[in-house]
């Protein structure tokens, strides 16, 4: 029989399955239609063969898979510029030459006397033939070109000339260089084509006064004189020799020296020791001057001499290439642009980064004389001459790019002719960066940080200078940048941050998206950009785009991360943007945001307050403006944002708008001054908002309210002292009875704690307004709250250094909730609050106490007055107290309902000062230490720093890994799906083949058991909420671990969340604690993913939560109630309630089960034996209530029926009856099975299969059909001695399998099968 036909009938059929093991069951008649799997209302007759298998069976939320999950319990706060790369690729010392020295040995007319010229010979020098005038004139001529030519490269350097000088002069000429460049560079031009060789020991050749003898210079003179930082170009023949020479002085100045050189010298070699320069007609004499000089025009003349084309090519048209070198849309600018792009790319491809950042981006000279010596290296290669350097560089004369050059130069030469003739032609520019960037773009479709760098990322900068090229570079550079840091650390060290800083000058909209892409991804990176920004300006650009409305959020949420780093611990930029506008423009969009809500970027709204808070964060002017701006009204709203980074953030800026005393620029005006009552106002409602993130779901919300109370008691710890030394006082006509005795240190800054801790004063609890006007108070405390604020007028900036005091109530709520947040379900945030109560001097260590209670609701502030409940301070283990439960009046209903349970606290206290204590606290220490190391102690806030990791991944392209994800799911879905036709059309007869059975160890028997959907695996716990992890086909243990370090055990309920992707494991304990684990399977390999307390209030006089809850994976709401009286609904994907369900019932609920098929159904079962069925999508949300079980005893378990109808409900009680409800159509049950007299312990009913298994505590197992038809009974273990089974605790069904396992109390786990061999 299918599950449509089993219809309610008007006259309830009763079994009694005590006495008879099998009855017949009457058929029922249909009394209404069924529905098929796709909506089609069909006859029951032909429902029953109908498939219904569809998707709606299959949970398609996925929760817990955010960055905020991954690793959150063990993040270590750290910013961008933690990353391990930052700022390698700064020039650490950017250098300039100064001062340059050119030496000219030529003597014309007189050849040296070791030198044999061939004929014919080369004879130009500097381009100037010195045999076509006077010597003399030809020697001043060659001179003066020459230092023109040096000029264009550095026109701002002081020259000098010497012309065949004597050591005298050249020794004065050194030392007057050196004078003038002081800690500049000097470089040092020798031509020695009139003089010897130098010899093999280093030294070069000058003139007597007469000229009638060679001196020679040894190079360690040279040296002394031109000092250090200097660079050497030696055109000579033998040139090697000098530099030989000079790295054996090098080594031998390194050798005597006691610590490393420091020397700065580099030195450019015509050609190596053994050669000569070339003296072939077809090249000047001076070669290397001219490669190193006048590159273009030696490139071009040596391309001419080798192209296929050089017979066409007319070599006096070289010197006429109109244009100028710096014109980029001439034929002469294109050329030296091309030529520097090429150049660029061949040595950052072929030298180690360091060498490359040292010789072609630290100095403009050197990096320009470098480039020309790789062309140096490729023309005299050809006329067998080798180049050397110091330092030494790799072979590049054969590198493929040169051919890129030559075919740009061709491409050039073939134009001249016509470009000459007529000056009316246009220059057809040359498609070499087209090209390379079409390479670049072929690159990084198929790149990646394990291959081979991009070798065209120099020319990319090359074109960000052309306005023809710079969109589509700048688009590419964004690919580029968004593959991850290592591509933004080498788009960095290539020398691309001066040109994207000089771009925020241009006004082009076209570029803003891309250039704040490209900040965006830099300042992920390095921080230290921020200096430069403020410096340059840069920051207006970013406020500029933030404030326009054209701008995509997303897009703006980069520009609201860029400003975020640029005010980040920077005053500066502080000032800066304040200055510009950055709070008001913030606000404005926060303001709008609120108003619509549906078209607003969660990002954006992220990073908007992220960008306040570090506006404001210690800067005492800004935060003035943000209150007189009515800041805080503005972020209350955002308390209630859907996405958990959004209220964190929210948080993270209201608590760094409270002058807390670190702004030390101000003057310390005394404490204890009289305040203006808006200021205050404006503090308490602010610290109110804070308290409202203790109930919220995620940890990374409640870790930044620990952060915001840390800072806060840091600036009021005086006041905070006195709260808590005051709770240690009992008073009878208080609200609490006994009040806790906490540890306080007692210091010379609270003269109100006597000797022994406590006040003389009455507890500030005890007032009539304690937590009046907390935002969870009542359904209209955020319009109360924000109204509160508006009506404060402002009147100015008041320099103080000191907080002001607040009203003593906010006092009492913080040290209430620094309290709640030490045991927080989140190990991280209670270790956070620990930290904050160090800070008031509240030593949990050193707190003695007797744990009365067994459980611990999370609290919540909402209503926490006179009339409220009170706050649960115990159980969490982290700060074990006593309790007692005094009278209280009946609870005001509310959103959050608040603590519902107050206790009397008995203390040991203990000052913390005390000799005995051992404890240092050194935020509470003597007043020598500075604000400063004592800040450094503080809590760091998590969500600034979790948040910047956002920009570090990749934002263009989704993850590698989707699609892998989305096969496995399908593949999860296909199996799932023909599991679930097997079950609704299998056929039971016996279920009780054992085929596994589990010895967990556990002392005090198991409590829950969970069998995974798709392997054989098994998991149990106890009710000291030990998990154990089972493989019950290879009979192994995978994993044991304990949910929690608190004393206060005992777990509820296991859920799979994720069961079609990556399940995570969900663990709700007895005290309404929820966690989430991932990787539980793996030994020792689990981690925590999230932790909250489901539970928020108890009802008057429950000393315990005695928590229900389930999961429902359909709409991803999580349901949870116990000894309260409301069901809270909690979004798992939002992690934040949605909504609080009046049970309308005086009783507690004792079991409760939400529908997997629709979404927002849930049932519960009620301790008095009644059970009603919700809808949360229905505004009355109650859908029906009934009272089925005759004997008015506990419902133990309820749950829905297999099949797409909504209200078919089993319940079972305590009594023993199982009774099979259709909740809308009848009041009474229409099948009654009476499985256990009094003895009912558990409820199992398969998702799919007709099947409902029932446990009892006289060691009985029953499995029943949906007719009422006993399948099975299981009574004994399949062991050798027949042992019996134990009294049962727990039984669960295989989700898509017709499985059952069972728990014991005897610690034993049993699986179940309808067959004996186990199923694949």
């Known amino acids: 029989m299918t599950l449509g036909d089993l219809m309610a009938s008007q006259t309830a059929v009763v079994v009694d399955h005590e006495n008879v093991d099998r009855v017949n069951i009457r058929d029922l008649e249909a009394g209404s239609s069924s529905i098929s799997s796709n909506g089609v209302v069909v006859d029951n007759g032909k429902a029953a063969a109908m498939t219904t298998t569809s998707m709606v069976y299959l949970p398609q939320n996925v929760c817990f898979c955010e960055l905020r999950h991954d690793a959150f319990e063990e993040y270590v706060p750290s910013g961008p510029a933690d990353t391990g790369l930052v700022s390698k690729w ?18 014309i007319s007189v050849d040296p006397p070791d030198v044999i010229k061939i004929s014919p010979c080369a004879r130009m020098q500097c381009w100037i033939d010195p045999f076509s005038v006077a010597p003399q004139r030809a020697l001043e001529t060659i001179g ?82 031109l000092k250090t930082p200097s660079i050497y170009v030696f055109d000579c023949s033998a040139a090697g020799m000098i530099v030989n020479a000079f790295i054996e002085l090098q080594n031998l100045t390194a050798s005597s020296a006691s610590g490393p050189s420091t020397r700065d010298c580099i030195l450019l070699a015509a050609c190596e020791a053994h050669e000569t320069v070339p003296q072939s007609a077809e090249f000047p004499a001076d070669v290397f001057t001219s490669c190193l000089t006048t590159p273009i025009k030696m490139a071009l003349r040596w391309f001419c001499t080798r192209s296929l084309l050089r017979e066409s090519l007319d070599y006096s048209l070289i010197d006429r290439i109109p244009g100028r070198q710096t014109d980029r ?25 360091d060498l490359f950042q040292r010789l072609f981006r630290q100095d403009l000279l050197v990096a320009s004389l470098f480039r020309n010596f790789l062309l140096a290296e490729r023309i005299m290669r050809s006329a067998n001459c080798s180049p050397i350097s110091y330092p030494m560089l790799p072979p590049t004369h054969q590198h493929h790019m040169w051919d890129a050059w030559d075919m740009a130069a061709e491409i050039c030469l073939l134009q001249l002719p016509t470009l000459l003739d007529d000056p009316n032609v246009e220059f057809q520019p040359s498609p070499f960066f087209t090209e390379q960037l079409t390479a670049f773009e072929v690159w990084l479709d198929h790149g990646s940080e394990n291959k081979k760098p991009p070798e065209q990322l120099p020319i990319v900068l090359q074109v960000l200078l052309s306005q023809c090229h710079r969109f589509r570079a700048l688009f590419l550079l964004g690919r580029f940048l968004d593959m991850g840091l290592w591509a933004v650390d080498l788009a960095l060290s290539v020398g691309i941050f001066p040109y994207v800083l000089k771009l925020l000058q241009t006004t082009t909209p076209e570029l803003r998206q891309f250039l704040v892409f490209i900040w965006t991804k830099i300042l992920a990176l390095d921080k230290s950009c921020q200096v430069d920004l403020v410096k340059d300006g840069g920051h207006v650009y970013f406020i500029r785009f933030l404030e326009s409305v054209e701008a995509h959020p997303e897009q703006r949420a980069m520009a609201a991360f860029v400003l975020a780093v640029i005010v980040d611990g920077h005053r500066r930029g502080q000032v800066a943007c304040m200055e510009a506008g950055l709070i008001n423009v913030c606000l404005k969009h926060l303001q709008g945001s609120i108003a619509n809500d549906a078209q607003t970027e969660p990002l954006f709204l992220q990073w908007l307050c992220l960008c306040l808070g570090k506006l404001w964060e210690d800067f005492t002017e800004a935060q003035v403006r943000g209150l007189q701006a009515d800041a805080p009204a503005i972020f209350v709203p955002l308390l209630s944002q859907s996405q958990p980074e959004v209220r964190a953030a929210s948080i993270f800026a209201l608590g760094t708008l409270l002058d807390v005393g670190f702004d030390t620029s101000r003057d310390d005006i005394g404490e204890d001054e009289d305040y203006d009552g808006e200021e205050i106002i404006r503090a308490e409602v602010i610290m109110r908002s804070l308290l409202s993130g203790l109930s919220d779901g995620s940890p990374l919300v409640r870790a930044e ?38 540890a306080v240190k007692s210091s010379g800054d609270s003269q109100s704690i006597s000797h022994d801790g406590r006040v003389s004063t009455s507890s500030p609890v005890a007032t009539p307004g304690f937590m009046h006007g907390s935002p969870l108070s009542d359904g209209s405390s955020h319009h109360s709250d924000s109204g509160r604020l508006g009506d404060a007028v402002t009147n100015g900036v008041v320099n103080h250094k000191r907080p002001r ?140 720093n979790w948040s910047c990791g956002h920009f570090s991944k990749p934002l263009l392209n989704a993850a590698d890994d989707s699609e892998e994800i989305i096969a496995r799911r399908e593949e999860k879905e296909k199996l799932a799906l023909d599991l679930i036709a097997k079950c609704q059309h299998c056929s039971v007869n016996r279920l009780h083949n054992q ?132 069901i809270m609904a909690w ?138 038809e006993q399948l099975g009974t299981i009574r004994y273990l399949s062991t050798f001695m027949a042992q019996k089974i134990g009294s049962v605790r727990c039984l669960t069904f295989h989700p898509y399998e017709v499985l059952l396992a069972a728990g014991a109390a005897d610690s034993c786990v049993s699986i179940y099968a309808d067959e004996v061999a186990p199923p694949r």
């Open 90 to 107: 700064r020039i650490k010392d950017r250098m300039k030459t100064g001062c340059v020295a050119l030496v000219l040995c030529l003597n």
């Open 144 to 225: 003066r070109t020459l230092n023109e030519q040096y000029e264009r490269w550095q026109p701002k350097a002081r020259y000098k000339i010497s012309l065949d000088p004597t050591v005298d002069e050249l020794k004065k000429l050194c030392t007057t260089c050196r004078k003038y460049a002081k800690s500049e560079r000097v470089l040092f031009h020798y031509n020695g084509h009139g003089v010897p060789k130098p010899t093999p020991n280093g030294e070069i050749w000058l003139f007597n006064k007469s000229y009638t003898q060679y001196i020679p210079l040894p190079i360690s003179d040279l040296d002394s004189w």
């Open 329 to 353: 849309k001439t034929p002469l600018g294109e050329l030296n642009w091309i030529f520097t792009a090429v150049t660029d790319t061949i040595a950052w491809n072929v030298l180690p980064r």
């Open 705 to 742: 309210v620990a952060v915001a109370l840390a800072r806060f008691a840091f600036g009021h710890k005086k006041h905070l002292k006195s709260a808590a030394a005051a709770y240690s006082k009992s008073q009878s006509n208080s609200m609490l009875t006994s009040l806790p005795s906490f």
């Open 805 to 944: 005091p607040l009203d003593n109530s906010v006092y009492s709520q913080c040290v209430l909730a620094m309290c709640v947040l030490s045991k927080d379900s989140s190990p991280r945030v209670a270790g956070l609050g620990r930290k904050v109560l160090l800070i008031i001097g509240i030593d949990q260590n050193s707190v003695k106490s007797t744990v009365e209670s067994t459980t611990s609701p999370s609290p919540s502030f909402a209503g926490l007055n006179r009339s409220s409940s009170w706050f649960d301070m115990s159980g969490g283990g982290h700060l074990p107290l006593t309790f007692r439960t005094p009278p209280v009046s009946p609870p005001r209903s509310s959103y959050l309902t608040g603590m519902r349970r107050v206790y009397s606290l008995d203390f040991r206290h203990h000052l913390m000062n005390s000799p005995d204590s051992g404890l240092a606290d050194p935020l509470l220490g003597s007043g020598g230490s500075s604000g400063a190391s004592e800040r450094s102690f503080l809590p760091q806030s998590t969500i600034y």
């Open 995 to 1126: 085929i596994a059975s589990w010895d967990t160890k556990f002392e005090c028997g198991t409590a829950t058991a969970l069998l995974q959907p798709f392997s054989p695996v098994v998991i149990a716990s106890d009710e000291s909420e030990r998990i154990r992890v089972w493989n019950y086909k290879e009979a192994t243990l995978l994993n044991s671990f304990d949910n929690h370090g608190y004393p206060d055990k005992g777990i509820s309920k296991l859920c799979l969340v994720n069961e079609l992707d990556q399940s995570l494991l969900l663990v709700a304990s007895s005290d309404g604690n929820i966690r989430i684990w991932k990787d539980y399977t793996a030994r020792g390999q689990q981690k925590l993913v999230s932790a909250f307390s489901s539970i928020q209030g108890l009802r008057p006089g429950s000393r315990s939560v005695n928590a229900v809850v389930d999961l429902q994976q359909q709409s991803g709401y999580l349901f949870a109630s116990g000894e309260i009286s409301s």
């Open 1131 to 1268: 979004d798992l994907e939002k992690e934040q309630p949605v909504n609080t369900i009046p049970t309308s019932s005086a009783c507690s609920i004792s079991a409760l089960s939400a529908s997997q098929v629709h979404a927002g159904q849930f049932g519960a079962g009620f301790v008095d034996g009644s059970v009603k069925l919700f809808d949360i999508r229905m505004p009355e949300m109650l859908v029906c209530s009934t009272r089925p079980h005759p004997k008015a005893e506990r419902v133990v378990g309820v749950g829905f029926q297999p099949g797409l109808q909504p209200a078919k409900v089993v319940s079972a009680s305590q009594a023993g009856d199982i009774q099979f409800l259709d909740m809308r159509n009848l009041k009474e049950a229409y099948l009654t099975i009476d499985a256990h007299r009094g003895s009912l312990t558990s409820l199992a009913l398969h998702r799919h299969a007709p099947l409902v298994a029932s446990g009892s505590s006289k060691q009985l197992i029953k499995v029943f059909s949906l007719e009422g």
